[in-house]
Protein backbone atom coordinates (compact mmCIF):
# COMPACT_ATOMS: atom_id res chain seq x y z
CA UNK A 1 0.00 0.00 0.00
CA UNK A 2 2.30 2.61 -1.14
CA UNK A 3 -0.66 4.12 1.52
CA UNK A 4 -3.11 2.93 4.37
CA UNK A 5 -5.61 5.02 2.49
CA UNK A 6 -6.82 2.23 0.17
CA UNK A 7 -8.58 0.81 3.33
CA UNK A 8 -11.50 3.04 2.44
CA UNK A 9 -11.98 0.11 -0.45
CA UNK A 10 -12.42 -2.99 1.05
CA UNK A 11 -16.18 -2.78 1.46
CA UNK A 12 -16.31 -2.43 -2.19
CA UNK A 13 -14.89 -6.65 -2.03
CA UNK A 14 -17.54 -8.78 -1.06
CA UNK A 15 -17.43 -10.53 2.23
CA UNK A 16 -16.57 -14.64 1.75
CA UNK A 17 -16.57 -16.58 4.61
CA UNK A 18 -14.27 -19.59 4.04
CA UNK A 19 -11.99 -22.09 5.88
CA UNK A 20 -8.12 -21.13 5.50
CA UNK A 21 -7.01 -24.48 4.56
CA UNK A 22 -3.27 -25.47 3.75
CA UNK A 23 -4.12 -25.04 0.39
CA UNK A 24 -5.61 -21.22 0.46
CA UNK A 25 -2.85 -20.65 2.66
CA UNK A 26 -0.15 -21.53 0.51
CA UNK A 27 -1.36 -19.79 -2.56
CA UNK A 28 -1.96 -16.31 0.09
CA UNK A 29 1.48 -16.45 1.00
CA UNK A 30 2.68 -17.31 -2.78
CA UNK A 31 0.96 -14.20 -4.10
CA UNK A 32 2.04 -11.72 -1.52
CA UNK A 33 5.57 -12.89 -2.30
CA UNK A 34 5.21 -11.49 -5.45
CA UNK A 35 3.03 -8.59 -4.70
CA UNK A 36 6.02 -7.97 -2.77
CA UNK A 37 8.41 -8.42 -5.12
CA UNK A 38 7.40 -5.66 -7.45
CA UNK A 39 6.32 -3.55 -4.73
CA UNK A 40 9.56 -3.55 -3.16
CA UNK A 41 11.09 -3.15 -6.24
CA UNK A 42 9.06 0.08 -7.37
CA UNK A 43 8.52 1.54 -4.00
CA UNK A 44 5.25 1.06 -3.62
CA UNK A 45 2.89 -0.35 -1.19
CA UNK A 46 1.49 -3.05 -2.73
CA UNK A 47 -1.53 -2.51 -0.41
CA UNK A 48 -4.61 -2.60 -3.41
CA UNK A 49 -3.56 -6.14 -4.95
CA UNK A 50 -3.15 -7.67 -1.74
CA UNK A 51 -6.57 -7.13 -0.15
CA UNK A 52 -8.68 -8.82 -2.77
CA UNK A 53 -6.55 -11.77 -1.73
CA UNK A 54 -7.38 -11.33 2.15
CA UNK A 55 -11.08 -10.70 1.35
CA UNK A 56 -11.78 -12.63 -1.73
CA UNK A 57 -9.60 -15.73 -0.77
CA UNK A 58 -8.89 -15.97 2.70
CA UNK A 59 -12.65 -15.40 2.91
CA UNK A 60 -12.23 -12.50 6.48
CA UNK A 61 -14.23 -9.87 7.00
CA UNK A 62 -13.38 -6.32 5.93
CA UNK A 63 -12.22 -5.21 9.06
CA UNK A 64 -9.87 -7.50 9.60
CA UNK A 65 -8.44 -7.70 6.19
CA UNK A 66 -7.94 -3.93 6.86
CA UNK A 67 -5.91 -4.73 9.65
CA UNK A 68 -3.65 -7.21 8.00
CA UNK A 69 -3.20 -5.74 5.22
CA UNK A 70 -1.89 -2.73 6.64
CA UNK A 71 0.50 -5.30 9.12
CA UNK A 72 2.09 -6.57 6.38
CA UNK A 73 2.41 -3.38 4.67
CA UNK A 74 4.08 -1.82 6.77
CA UNK A 75 6.32 -5.13 6.92
CA UNK A 76 6.98 -4.55 3.13
CA UNK A 77 7.81 -1.11 2.60
CA UNK A 78 9.77 -1.02 6.38
CA UNK A 79 11.76 -4.00 5.01
CA UNK A 80 12.94 -2.67 1.02
CA UNK A 81 13.47 0.99 2.48
CA UNK A 82 15.94 -0.95 4.70
CA UNK A 83 17.34 -2.64 1.98
CA UNK A 84 17.48 0.33 -0.33
CA UNK A 85 19.91 1.96 2.16
CA UNK A 86 21.97 -1.18 3.12
CA UNK A 87 22.45 -0.80 -1.11
CA UNK A 88 22.68 2.68 -0.87
CA UNK A 89 20.12 3.73 -3.20
CA UNK A 90 19.01 6.96 -0.86
CA UNK A 91 20.66 10.18 -1.42
CA UNK A 92 20.63 12.52 1.57
CA UNK A 93 19.64 15.76 -0.59
CA UNK A 94 16.35 14.46 -0.58
CA UNK A 95 15.73 14.18 3.26
CA UNK A 96 14.22 17.63 3.30
CA UNK A 97 11.81 16.83 0.21
CA UNK A 98 10.88 13.84 2.11
CA UNK A 99 10.17 14.98 5.77
CA UNK A 100 8.06 17.90 4.02
CA UNK A 101 6.24 15.52 2.06
CA UNK A 102 5.13 13.33 4.98
CA UNK A 103 3.98 16.15 6.90
CA UNK A 104 2.18 17.68 4.00
CA UNK A 105 0.39 14.30 2.97
CA UNK A 106 -0.77 13.55 6.45
CA UNK A 107 -2.79 17.10 6.95
CA UNK A 108 -3.82 16.37 3.04
CA UNK A 109 -5.07 13.04 4.01
CA UNK A 110 -7.03 14.42 7.13
CA UNK A 111 -8.26 16.97 4.92
CA UNK A 112 -9.15 14.83 1.99
CA UNK A 113 -10.95 12.40 4.79
CA UNK A 114 -13.00 15.81 5.66
CA UNK A 115 -14.59 16.60 2.36
CA UNK A 116 -15.47 12.62 0.99
CA UNK A 117 -19.36 12.69 -0.17
CA UNK A 118 -19.03 16.56 -0.61
CA UNK A 119 -17.18 16.72 -3.97
CA UNK A 120 -18.41 15.31 -7.31
CA UNK A 121 -16.19 12.14 -6.11
CA UNK A 122 -16.81 10.23 -10.36
CA UNK A 123 -15.66 13.19 -11.72
CA UNK A 124 -12.62 13.50 -9.36
CA UNK A 125 -11.74 9.94 -9.80
CA UNK A 126 -11.98 10.09 -13.57
CA UNK A 127 -9.32 13.47 -13.53
CA UNK A 128 -7.53 11.29 -11.11
CA UNK A 129 -7.50 7.82 -13.38
CA UNK A 130 -6.69 10.55 -16.59
CA UNK A 131 -3.78 12.11 -15.15
CA UNK A 132 -2.47 8.30 -14.23
CA UNK A 133 -3.20 7.12 -17.66
CA UNK A 134 -1.00 9.74 -19.04
CA UNK A 135 1.90 9.48 -16.42
CA UNK A 136 1.96 5.65 -17.18
CA UNK A 137 1.98 6.40 -21.04
CA UNK A 138 4.74 8.92 -20.35
CA UNK A 139 6.63 6.16 -18.43
CA UNK A 140 6.36 3.72 -20.56
CA UNK A 141 7.12 5.98 -23.42
CA UNK A 142 10.08 7.50 -21.43
CA UNK A 143 11.61 3.75 -21.15
CA UNK A 144 11.15 2.81 -25.10
CA UNK A 145 13.23 6.24 -25.54
CA UNK A 146 15.66 5.81 -22.43
CA UNK A 147 14.12 9.47 -21.08
CA UNK A 148 16.53 11.72 -18.20
CA UNK A 149 14.01 13.45 -16.43
CA UNK A 150 15.59 17.05 -15.33
CA UNK A 151 12.66 18.24 -12.82
CA UNK A 152 11.89 21.97 -12.89
CA UNK A 153 14.99 23.41 -10.66
CA UNK A 154 13.21 25.71 -8.85
CA UNK A 155 15.66 25.65 -6.16
CA UNK A 156 16.29 24.02 -2.30
CA UNK A 157 13.66 26.11 -1.10
CA UNK A 158 11.29 25.62 -3.66
CA UNK A 159 11.72 22.51 -3.92
CA UNK A 160 11.13 21.72 -0.16
CA UNK A 161 7.64 24.03 -0.10
CA UNK A 162 6.46 22.30 -3.42
CA UNK A 163 6.92 19.33 -1.52
CA UNK A 164 4.94 20.11 1.14
CA UNK A 165 2.25 21.44 -1.06
CA UNK A 166 2.45 18.54 -3.46
CA UNK A 167 2.16 15.63 -0.42
CA UNK A 168 -0.88 17.54 0.89
CA UNK A 169 -2.69 17.55 -2.87
CA UNK A 170 -1.86 14.10 -3.14
CA UNK A 171 -2.79 13.28 0.67
CA UNK A 172 -6.24 14.95 0.11
CA UNK A 173 -6.82 13.14 -3.14
CA UNK A 174 -6.25 9.82 -1.08
CA UNK A 175 -8.03 10.83 1.35
CA UNK A 176 -11.22 12.09 -0.42
CA UNK A 177 -11.30 8.85 -2.67
CA UNK A 178 -9.25 6.27 -0.90
CA UNK A 179 -6.53 5.57 -3.20
CA UNK A 180 -2.74 3.82 -2.94
CA UNK A 181 -0.48 7.42 -3.02
CA UNK A 182 2.83 5.44 -4.20
CA UNK A 183 1.43 5.79 -7.87
CA UNK A 184 0.92 9.47 -7.23
CA UNK A 185 4.14 10.25 -5.50
CA UNK A 186 6.60 9.05 -7.54
CA UNK A 187 5.99 10.46 -10.53
CA UNK A 188 5.83 14.01 -8.97
CA UNK A 189 9.20 12.89 -7.74
CA UNK A 190 10.63 12.27 -11.14
CA UNK A 191 9.05 14.78 -13.03
CA UNK A 192 8.80 17.78 -11.33
CA UNK A 193 12.05 17.25 -8.96
CA UNK A 194 14.10 15.26 -11.33
CA UNK A 195 14.93 12.48 -8.56
CA UNK A 196 15.92 9.22 -10.70
CA UNK A 197 13.14 6.61 -10.49
CA UNK A 198 15.28 4.38 -8.10
CA UNK A 199 15.99 7.40 -6.02
CA UNK A 200 11.88 8.12 -6.39
CA UNK A 201 10.89 4.57 -5.13
CA UNK A 202 13.16 4.74 -2.01
CA UNK A 203 11.34 8.60 -1.13
CA UNK A 204 8.27 7.01 -1.92
CA UNK A 205 9.00 4.11 1.03
CA UNK A 206 9.92 6.60 3.31
CA UNK A 207 6.96 8.52 3.50
CA UNK A 208 4.76 5.36 3.48
CA UNK A 209 6.14 4.23 6.46
CA UNK A 210 4.91 6.85 9.54
CA UNK A 211 1.50 7.11 7.41
CA UNK A 212 1.32 3.22 7.22
CA UNK A 213 2.57 2.74 10.58
CA UNK A 214 -0.18 5.18 11.95
CA UNK A 215 -3.10 3.60 10.51
CA UNK A 216 -1.82 0.05 11.85
CA UNK A 217 -1.79 1.60 15.11
CA UNK A 218 -5.02 3.34 15.01
CA UNK A 219 -7.06 -0.38 13.66
CA UNK A 220 -4.82 -1.40 17.04
CA UNK A 221 -6.43 0.85 19.20
CA UNK A 222 -9.92 0.31 17.91
CA UNK A 223 -9.43 -3.32 18.38
CA UNK A 224 -9.45 -4.96 15.15
CA UNK A 225 -6.25 -6.61 16.02
CA UNK A 226 -7.60 -10.26 16.72
CA UNK A 227 -6.90 -13.54 16.30
CA UNK A 228 -7.68 -13.68 12.91
CA UNK A 229 -5.94 -10.67 11.71
CA UNK A 230 -2.61 -11.44 13.30
CA UNK A 231 -2.92 -15.26 11.56
CA UNK A 232 -3.23 -13.98 8.03
CA UNK A 233 0.00 -11.11 8.73
CA UNK A 234 1.65 -13.95 9.74
CA UNK A 235 0.43 -16.37 6.94
CA UNK A 236 1.39 -13.46 4.39
CA UNK A 237 3.66 -11.30 5.81
CA UNK A 238 6.79 -13.48 5.90
CA UNK A 239 6.61 -13.91 2.61
CA UNK A 240 6.37 -10.45 2.21
CA UNK A 241 9.30 -9.70 4.19
CA UNK A 242 11.04 -12.52 1.63
CA UNK A 243 9.58 -10.62 -1.47
CA UNK A 244 10.16 -7.39 -0.63
CA UNK A 245 13.90 -7.62 0.49
CA UNK A 246 14.13 -9.32 -3.54
CA UNK A 247 12.87 -7.26 -4.77
CA UNK A 248 15.03 -3.90 -3.46
CA UNK A 249 17.86 -6.16 -3.93
CA UNK A 250 16.94 -5.88 -7.53
CA UNK A 251 17.09 -2.33 -7.54
CA UNK A 252 20.83 -1.34 -8.30
CA UNK A 253 20.97 -3.81 -10.87
CA UNK A 254 17.64 -3.06 -12.57
CA UNK A 255 17.87 -0.68 -15.64
CA UNK A 256 16.05 2.34 -15.72
CA UNK A 257 13.65 1.55 -18.60
CA UNK A 258 12.65 -1.58 -17.29
CA UNK A 259 11.46 0.21 -13.88
CA UNK A 260 9.72 2.78 -15.92
CA UNK A 261 7.69 0.28 -18.11
CA UNK A 262 6.58 -1.79 -15.10
CA UNK A 263 5.82 1.47 -13.20
CA UNK A 264 3.58 2.75 -16.13
CA UNK A 265 1.64 -0.91 -16.32
CA UNK A 266 1.29 -0.45 -12.38
CA UNK A 267 -0.05 3.25 -13.17
CA UNK A 268 -2.62 2.17 -15.63
CA UNK A 269 -3.76 -0.75 -13.70
CA UNK A 270 -4.20 1.71 -10.70
CA UNK A 271 -5.90 4.05 -12.83
CA UNK A 272 -8.75 1.76 -14.16
CA UNK A 273 -9.19 0.74 -10.39
CA UNK A 274 -9.88 4.27 -9.87
CA UNK A 275 -12.33 4.54 -12.29
CA UNK A 276 -14.27 1.53 -11.49
CA UNK A 277 -14.29 1.83 -8.15
CA UNK A 278 -17.01 3.99 -6.42
CA UNK A 279 -17.19 6.18 -3.29
CA UNK A 280 -16.96 4.26 0.34
CA UNK A 281 -18.38 6.19 2.79
Not at 5 to 31: F, R
Amino acid sequence: MDDILDVKLIKLYPQVKAELSPHKAVLASSLSFLISLISGLLGIGGGEFRLPVLILLLGLPVTVSATANLIVGLLTVFIAFVKRLMLGVFDEGALGLIVTMSVGSIFGACAGATITGKVGDRRLRLAVGAFLIAIGLKFLHGALVREVPQGLALGHRLDVVFAALFGALIGVVSGAIGVAAGELRIPTFVYFFGISIKLAGTASLAVSIPTVAAGAFAHKRIGHLDRRAAHAALVMGLPALAGAYAGASLVPGAADPLLKALLGAVLLLSAAKIVKFKRVV
